[in-house]
């Protein structure tokens, strides 16, 4: 299969460009900072560019990624995330893609009622932050696309997922980062953010897999969850990469680094797509920790 995947210097992409390979597809990755660029809220350069490529699948992974960021730049993410996705659906619609992968995010569901945990498909999509809002906005733009045009889009709604490779700003690899810096500094504390907020993560080579299973396997114009239907708490995370440390490290709360507004729980429920594709998630959660910590510790100071 020829594929495309858009925002492939990204944390995800680099895991999607090596299992594509794997699998033996014909896979090219484009990002807006790499040669040819592929900067996606240029809807003239997106159509030029799927035109010529013709790929038969799109993986549309490009977008601004971070959820707190999104609290200071609404307007951007909303261009990037939202608008960015239609400049993609349209180019591929006019260069008649067979599969479309749209990459929304767990925070679109935002405050959900506890009722509804785990999260199925059908549950209210209510966003409280911005980033959730723009990928509605994708996730709709997608759906629409298929009942209006009939681009064959699939809407993916991804809850956590880390890995090696993730860069520190993120929740895992911030927490593994410190415990490495204390580590080395022969600290005895390390300092957090929110510990409360409970998330479903999972490995980012089990999200990949996901990916390109849903773009085999997928039913066009469906939204699929890619989780783990299991809930942890960030206290939890901490607890089980501390495991990993020979040292004694406490955890102190800076509140300078607490969310003013943060997503209480989000946790998946995997049927639907275990249904289609017969995925599950292969990596334990303590294998997965492990792991970012040791690409932690293989990094120079
Ligand atoms: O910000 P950069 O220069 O590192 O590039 C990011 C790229 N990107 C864009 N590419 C084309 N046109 C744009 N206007 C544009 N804005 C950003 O998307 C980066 O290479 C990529 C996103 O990678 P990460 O931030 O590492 O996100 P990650 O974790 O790989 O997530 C992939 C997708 C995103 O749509 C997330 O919102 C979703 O999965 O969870």
Known sequence: MRALV????????????AHLAEQGDDAVGLDRSGTPSLDITDPGVVATTIADLRPDAVYHLAGLSHVGESWDAPQSFMA???IGTLNVLQACERSGVRRVLVIGSADEYGLVDPADVPIAETTALRPMTPYGASKVAADFLALQAFLGRGVPAIRVRAFNHTGPGQPPRFLVPSLAHRIVAAERAGLDEIVVG???AV???LDVRDVV???RLLVTDGTPGEAYNVCSGR???VHEVADLLLANTPRALRLVVD???VRPIEVPVLVGDATKITGATGWTPRYELEQTLADVLESFRAQPT
């Open 6 to 17: 858009t925002g492939a210097s990204g944390f995800v992409g680099q895991h999607l460009l």
């Open 255 to 257: 509140p300078a680094l």
């Open 194 to 196: 929110s510990l409360d």
């Open 209 to 211: 897999r996901a990916y």
């Open 199 to 201: 998330r479903d993560i």
């Open 80 to 82: 990037v995330n939202a």
């Open 231 to 233: 809930g942890v708490a």
